[in-house]
């Protein structure tokens, strides 16, 4: 028996939940062949659900599945917005075929392979008192006020590993969950953030924001991750491959 009745309503008891992955491997795997046998050959198609974290999904991952799509107009990518804690459940209960995250893979069931390499800096408006202060001390990290990413954001758990080090307890003002929200707060003179590079390039190339001189290293990978029971189609590689020769 796989199935346990609830009621009216049918739910997959232990032994149905560990062959789910399995037969959802051959379902897949016989709709891709009589895709292949429809299509000219070399000509991918299906739809592929990737799951990213907020940063790489913000920033770089419409561009790049704009590209992708442009050579493969048959291709139905199905991108979703998460933070890194829930990228990863989203792989372990199978809702998502590739993950995109922040920092390293904490979860051991999952296969993660680090994808490119990314800058963070600590942001505050160009008339914070520390803003021209040259190169800041762990004193004044410590006494500072900061706006932070929510618990479970990879940029948030960068941050927490480079100056916990440094300063035992910091002052966190506010915790927000999404990049705009925090850079707003930041340019209203609220405190401190700690965002990729990538997210804040145009505001300090525009002089809205600064980025500040410290003793923290603030360099992290972006990685991808897979669970190794999910069917990794023809498309479910070609994408990959792809996201790892993208600059």
Not at 38 to 57: F, K, M
Not at 207 to 236: C, D, I, K
Request: net charge negative; aromatic share 6%; hydrophobic share 45%.
């Amino acid at each position: 028996m796989l199935f346990e009745r609830l009621g009216r309503r049918l739910e997959l008891n232990d032994a149905g939940s560990r062959l789910l992955a399995h037969a959802e491997k051959l379902l897949q795997g016989m709709a891709e062949l009589v895709d292949a046998a429809r299509e000219p050959e070399g000509a991918l198609r299906g739809t592929l659900h990737v799951t990213a974290s907020a940063t790489i999904g913000t920033y770089l991952l419409p561009m790049l599945a704009g590209r992708f799509s442009e050579r493969h107009p048959g291709v139905d990518l199905q991108l979703r917005l998460r933070n890194t804690r829930e990228v990863m459940s989203d792989i372990l209960r199978f809702d998502a075929d590739l993950g995109l995250i922040e920092g390293q893979c904490t979860e051991s069931r999952l296969v993660s392979e680090v994808w490119r390499h990314d800058e963070m800096a600590i942001i505050a408006s160009p008339q914070h008192p520390l803003a021209d202060q040259g190169r800041l001390s762990i004193g004044a990290l410590q006494s500072a006020q900061w706006i932070l990413r929510e618990p479970g954001s990879g940029s948030r758990a960068i941050f927490e590993a480079a100056i916990h080090p440094h300063v035992e307890r910091i002052q966190v003002r506010m915790e927000l969950d999404q990049h705009e929200a925090i850079k707003q707060a930041v340019r209203a003179g609220f405190g401190l953030a700690c965002l990729s590079r990538l997210s804040v390039a145009g505001e300090l190339a525009r002089g809205e924001l600064v980025a500040l001189e410290t003793p923290l290293s603030l360099s992290r990978a972006f990685s991808l991750v897979w669970h190794p029971e999910r069917y990794r189609s023809p498309l479910w590689q070609a994408f990959k491959v792809f996201l790892l020769e993208s600059e």
